[in-house]
Every structure is written in structure tokens, then in C-alpha cells.
């Protein structure tokens, strides 16, 4: 662990830019309405910027990449179903959402049932799926932390937790918008100038250069490239494909040379540090795939393939029940600006996600010793220092950083945002007052969690809260917006038993984990099951108790698909909170213009 | 593609700009004669009167609001323009109530709305879902084809990560001109 002087004062100029944008932002928030929606004023560019700011988390800017060096190709669809949920918010969600003048999710709940009870529930599972998000984003940022610099993981989630609850008590939606698109930009630049210049070291020096862990068509495992030590912090397997020297140093005296066999497991306790001769193959943690050839092309088993759709569901669906996603479509002015700033997110995205991929590959050749502790996360970050040696790879390597940290600030405050919503205007009574208490508590909520609770892979937990939201909040959605005969009965029992299959599937996995890893995949990727399940069964139970549709279910639906111009929007926020200047003449000028 | 308010709308109001609009003192009306009425003063005035205007007017011949700047004369041949076609405002008032109302015709122009709106998103979704689902499938299927090649490139890595992306935007854009396109109809229908 050597200090990257150039990683402290990129991510410290992050942070204070961060800090500063959403001060100064932060002066033009009166109202709950610019606290909640930013005053319905964000033009299409400036959100799709922000949403593809706050979307692309920890889990995208270092998860991916490090999927991509321990499961090859079948991590790629990653990236895809991540691109592919705001295909399908646009064509079902979005531009109706936001005609319907919600300014929660729970409140479009409300407008378009009736249904306090309903109301509450999504209240809970809204606050449910934002701490589950927020966990792995708090705790990357530990991570991250102890990369740059010797600090406990701690540290870097508090850094995080005080800025984030800083801005979004100053100004609500109002500041994090303006600093939510600016870090989409820096985030692409972070990653997209690395990934050239890596690139174009990689190609100059041609593969299987000094450095390198060998070519990656290789039937083989990768090789390491000069005699490596590797000190592994937490009890692992490893397994290995071929004979494998290796001198093992348990820490508490223990050492000496031994060979290790192929196709039996060999358990390291934590505190071991291990060192392999030059040109010895490099072992893996289980699951992951240790041959090369096995990674570089897709599974074509049934469970890969079942797995993949499994997966795919989810994201493709998850999109659309992220309560911090959804929040951002209610501040554009219309429905169309809604939909046109949901095209330009899908053209961001992919523009984005190039980068990540390209450094999983990199990381497969120049840093194999990550498979061995497991920590792949930690891929983007380690390999700039281990292709380029001197400045150079500390700057790449600090720039990276700093992306990572971005990636943090952006998605943690707008998860705070929404759920200080939802939480300030159904728990609570909805001023500006309420509104910063609520994300006081909810930021301290989750901190308090994410230093506890233990690490799992970023892109991994993100992926239940995925699979949690396509099955509670996206059959509502969408059977809410184009199906009439809906009711809240239907919506209850669909959302509450997709949710809690889910909720099941987590358990299952987490005490599988301890017990020797029996769960089978629908355990790991529940959404094949669960989805159709909460989908059909709020079907059922709407049409079998068809005298509860709402009365007004076609004024409401006239009011989600009339188009803009005709004028039929009605903003919920206004009619219940009242506009920013009302407010402003019923308060003490406390705020300066 | 721009920002929501870029193109001015064939139709529609100065600059599209409705209710949320903070520049607005007031909350609109729920619905209101007057944004029907207006685009036929301002579309009708150039073509209307524009050689008198220009006599009357010498020193600013373009400009298409003469009632702000000018009180005295044009104000009363204007209000005669906008009696000219009571009839027609008349009726795209009636389509709008009736559309408020949840008549039986307003209710089944939107039921057409939506109907035809769900058909393409399904269609389009459809559509890019039975590709993405092609690929594992055939992956499955004929697994020799994993391992074909393109300009050295392994064709899976090519299939997952590139290629997906240019098709899901390229079916964003086309949606988003559909959508547009049925919205801008079903209003030129009810104002006309």
C-alpha cells in the first residue's frame, strides 16, 4: 500500500467541486416544490446528463470492468440490460409518468389508484430499494479510500455520506441536478482518456509484451509475468488448472514451498501472503473462470443461457422501479421533454459503457493477481500503476479515482434526494424542514449500515435491488399507465408478493453463502421467476375484484396520454405544497436571491 | 434532437411553454378558450392585413404583435379577425370538453391514443428483445459459432459489447419521432 499523492488531490478536487456546486446551486431552493422537482424546469439535455450521471454508480465505473476480468464475456450483459431499462422506461413509462404530475412514486401510486394503504406500502419499499442501493455505493467509497491512501474503509464512506447529506439538505433536487451533470462528463472523460492511453500502450507494446499476462486466446490460465507476491486479507479457495509452486506465508509462522494440484482446493486463511515464481499460472477464487478460453467466450449451458434471461429481466425491468431514477423524469417541464431526455440517456450510456469493458480486458492480461484475493473491483484503479510505471501511471490511476468517487457522489445523493422525498412528504409533513431531516436520517441510516454490514461485489447487490424493483414497482408501472381496469387490490397483493419472493431469494442466497453455496441460479437471479409471478398476480386479483377500478380512472388516464399541448397536465406538487414565490411571501427572506 | 422547447410547434402556443413554467405568475387555467384562439390571431394577422399594417406602420412592417405597441387603430380590425372564425373555435372547444367530460366519443379518442402508442412501444420492445434473446440462444444452439472471428475480434465480444447499444438508440429515436408524431396528429385533430 504505497500513497498516490496525485489520487489525493484529484479525488480531494472532486469532493470540493462537488461541495461546491451544490453550495452555490443550493441558494436558489425556497420551496418544496424546488426541493422535490427542481420546479419542473430541467430541460431534456441537462437531465439526460444528470440521469446518466446518477445511473452510472459504483457498479458501473468499477463493477463492470471487474466482472469482465473474472467472468469474461457472460459479464457483458451488464452493460446491455443496464442500457436496455431505459429503452423500455421510454417506450412504457416515461413520457406518461410524467403527464400524470407525480412528484414521488408513492404520489403517482396515489394519483392513479386512490389508495392511501398503497400508498404507504411503495412508501416502504421505495426507502427499502434506495438503502439497498445506497449500501454498495457507500461502501465502494470505503474501498476506494483504502486504495488511495491509509485510511480505515470508514473514512471514505463518511467523506461521501457528509457531502452528499450537505448538498441535498441545501437544495434538494434543485442543487443535485446542475452536479449530477457535470459528473456525467467527468465520469466519461475519467474513463474514456485512461482507456486510450492504456490502449495505446497496450498496442505499441503488442500482446504478450513484458508486463503482460500472455495473450488471452490462450486455452490457458493467465500467467504472472515476473515473480508476484500477494497478500490475501480475507479466508479464500483457490483453485488451480495445472501443477502451481507457490511459497505460503500463513503469518503466524508457517512458511515454506509447496506445489499445489490441479482439481482439489486449497483454503488460504486471511493474513497469508503467497508468492508465485515467474511464469506460473495464475490461480482463481472459485467461480471465478481461470482459463482463458473459458472466459473469453460466452457459457452455452442451459443454466448460462437461463441465467442470462434471468438477468437481462431484471435489469431490463429494475430500470423502471429505481425510485432515484424515476424521481429525476419528474423535474423536465413535459411528458415530451420527458421522453427526449430518455433517447439522449440511451445514447450517453452507450457511449459510456465502451470504456469499462475495454479495461476488464486490459485488467485479464496486467492485473491476474486480483483474481486470486478476489477483490476485482479494484481492477480499474490497480491497472494504470501496473502498465505504466512512474507519474504517468499515477495520474491514469488518480484520474481514475477521482471517476470512482464521482460515481459515489452522483448516484448516493440522488438516492438520498429521492428517498428524503418520498420519506418528507408521506411520513412526514412535506416542508422544507421535513425534507432535511428526512435525509439526515436516511444518510445516517445507511451509513451506519454500510460500515457494519460486510462487502459483497458491487455490481452483485446492485443487481437484487434491481430484481427488486422490476418486481414490485415495474408491474405497476406499466399495467398502471396502460391498463385500465387496475386496482389497488391487484397493485397490493402483485407488488408485496413480487417483493417478497425476492426479499426470499436474498435470504436464501445470504445463508447459502455460509453454507457451502447449495443455492441454485434462479436463487442468485430470481427475476425469471418473480417477475411474471407479480405481473400475473396483479392481473388476477384486478380483475377479480373489478368493482374496485377507481372512478376517475378516465380522467387519469386521459391526463397520462393526452398530449402536452391540449393542456390537461396538473402538477401534483403545486396543488399541494403551492408554488415557490407563494412560498417565499409567506416565509422570512431567509435565503439570499 | 434538442431541448423540449427548441422547435416551435406547428400548432401549438408561443414557444410550447405550459403550466409548469415558472415564469408564469399565476397557475393556467385548467383549459381555456383563449389558447385555441390565439394561434389563429397570430397566424391569420401577417397574412391577413399585411399590406394595410404596412401602410399604417412603416417603421416596423414585420412585427406580428401591433397591439402592444400600438393601441389605437389595429386593435379593432384584429378583434374583428378573431370573430371572423367563431365557428371553428367553437368546435375545437366542444372536441376539448368532450375529451374533459369522459363523453363517450372523448373517451374513445383517447382509448384509440393509447392503443395505438402501447402497439408501437410493444412492437419496438418486441423487437429489440428478440435480438438481445436471439444471441444467447444461438450462442446456445451452435456454440461453433463463439468462436468465429471478425478482424481478429472474438464475434461474442463484438455481439455484447458494441453492437446493442447503437440499436437500442437507434429504436429510442425512432419511437421518440412515432410518439411525436401521433401526439402532433391527435392534436391537429382536436383543434380542427
Known sequence: ?593 | MGDATDPPEPAGRPGGIREPDPTLGKPAKPFAPEPVAQPRQTRSSPSAAPTSHAASRSSEPRSSEPRASEPRQPRIRRQRVVLAEPSRSSTSLRARVELEEQTSWGELLIKDLVKVQLRTAVLLGLLVLAVLCAIPAVFYAVPAVTELRLAGIPLPWLLLAVAPFPLMFGVGLWYNRLAERRERDFVNMIEN
Not at chain 1, 444528470?50 to 463492470?64: K, M, P, R, T
Not at chain 1, 404520489?107 to 419499499?125: H, K
Not at chain 1, 493474513?271 to 477464487?285: M, N
Open chain 1, 1 to 593: 500500500m504505497q500513497v498516490n499523492p496525485w489520487a489525493l488531490v484529484s479525488v480531494a478536487l472532486v469532493v470540493t467541486v462537488t461541495f461546491y456546486l451544490g453550495h452555490r446551486t443550493s441558494r436558489f431552493a425556497r420551496s418544496t416544490h424546488d426541493f422535490l422537482v427542481a420546479r419542473r424546469t430541467v430541460r431534456s439535455r441537462r437531465n439526460a446528463a444528470a440521469i446518466a450521471g446518477e445511473y452510472i454508480s459504483a457498479a458501473s465505473f468499477l463493477g463492470v470492468a471487474g466482472l469482465v476480468l473474472k467472468e469474461g464475456a457472460d459479464a457483458l450483459w451488464f452493460p446491455i440490460g443496464f442500457t436496455a431499462g431505459f429503452l423500455a422506461l421510454m417506450l412504457l413509462v416515461a413520457g406518461p409518468l410524467r403527464r400524470s404530475g407525480a412528484y414521488t412514486l408513492p404520489d403517482f401510486m396515489e394519483a392513479r389508484l386512490s389508495s392511501p394503504a398503497l400508498r404507504t406500502a411503495s412508501t416502504w419499499f421505495v426507502v427499502f430499494i434506495g438503502v439497498l442501493y445506497l449500501l454498495p455505493q457507500l461502501q465502494g467509497a470505503g474501498l476506494a479510500m483504502t486504495m488511495i491512501m491509509p485510511a480505515p474503509a470508514w473514512a471514505g464512506s463518511v467523506l461521501v455520506t457528509v457531502v452528499i447529506t450537505y448538498n441535498v439538505m441545501g437544495g434538494g433536487m434543485r442543487a443535485i441536478t446542475l452536479l449530477q451533470a457535470f459528473q456525467y462528463w467527468f465520469k466519461l472523460f475519467a474513463i474514456a482518456a485512461p482507456t486510450f492511453v492504456l490502449c495505446a500502450v497496450f498496442v505499441s507494446g503488442g500482446a504478450g509484451a513484458p508486463g503482460s499476462a500472455g495473450s488471452l486466446d490462450e486455452p490457458a490460465p493467465p500467467n504472472f509475468a515476473a515473480r508476484t507476491a500477494v497478500t490475501v486479507d480475507t479466508d479464500v479457495t483457490l483453485s488451480v488448472d495445472a501443477p502451481t509452486r507457490v511459497h505460503v506465508d500463513n503469518g503466524s509462522g508457517g512458511a515454506g514451498w509447496t506445489t499445489w494440484q490441479a482439481g482439489s482446493p486449497h483454503t488460504v486463511d486471511a493474513g497469508s501472503e503467497l508468492t508465485f515464481p515467474e511464469g506460473s499460472a495464475v490461480p482463481t477464487v472459485d467461480q471465478a473462470k481461470s482459463a482463458n478460453l473459458d472466459w473469453l467466450l460466452p457459457s452455452t449451458d442451459l443454466t448460462g443461457l437461463l441465467s442470462t434471461y434471468s438477468l437481462l429481466l431484471a435489469l431490463l425491468l429494475g430500470t423502471m422501479g429505481l425510485p432515484h431514477v424515476l424521481s429525476r423524469f419528474y423535474t423536465n417541464p413535459d411528458g415530451k421533454a420527458a421522453r427526449r431526455t430518455t433517447v439522449q440517456v440511451l445514447l450517453l450510456l452507450g457511449l459510456f459503457y465502451l470504456f469499462p469493458v475495454m479495461l476488464g480486458l486490459l485488467s485479464r492480461m496486467f492485473v491476474p493477481e486480483l483474481l486470486i484475493t478476489g477483490d476485482t473491483d479494484a481492477a480499474v484503479i490497480a491497472l494504470p500503476t501496473a502498465m505504466l510505471s512512474g507519474v504517468a501511471g499515477q495520474i491514469l490511476a488518480a484520474l481514475l479515482a477521482a471517476g470512482a468517487f464521482a460515481a459515489f457522489l452522483s448516484t448516493a445523493s440522488g438516492l438520498v434526494s429521492s428517498m428524503s422525498g418520498v420519506i418528507a412528504t408521506d411520513l412526514l409533513a412535506g416542508k422544507v424542514r421535513d425534507y432535511r431531516v428526512a435525509s439526515v436520517g436516511v444518510a445516517g441510516v445507511a451509513l451506519v449500515l454500510a460500515v457494519t454490514l460486510p462487502i459483497d461485489d458491487l455490481a452483485l447487490s446492485v443487481g437484487m435491488s434491481f430484481a427488486l424493483g422490476a418486481s414490485t414497482f415495474a408491474p405497476l408501472l406499466v399495467l398502471g399507465i396502460w391498463w385500465r381496469r387496475l386496482t389497488w387490490l391487484g397493485a397490493m397483493v402483485g407488488m408485496c408478493t413480487g417483493g417478497g419472493l425476492v426479499l426470499l431469494a436474498v435470504v436464501l442466497n445470504a445463508v447459502s453463502a455460509h453454507t457451502g453455496g447449495w443455492a441454485p441460479w434462479l436463487v442468485q437471479q430470481p427475476a425469471l421467476v418473480t417477475v411474471p409471478v407479480a405481473f400475473g398476480l396483479t392481473v388476477l386479483v384486478s380483475t377479480a375484484t373489478s368493482s374496485r377500478v377507481p372512478e376517475d380512472v378516465g380522467a387519469v388516464m386521459l391526463r397520462l396520454h393526452a398530449p402536452d399541448p391540449l393542456g390537461f397536465m396538473r402538477d401534483r406538487a403545486v396543488q399541494r405544497f403551492g408554488r415557490a414565490e407563494e412560498h417565499t411571501r409567506t416565509t422570512q427572506g431567509r435565503h439570499r436571491k
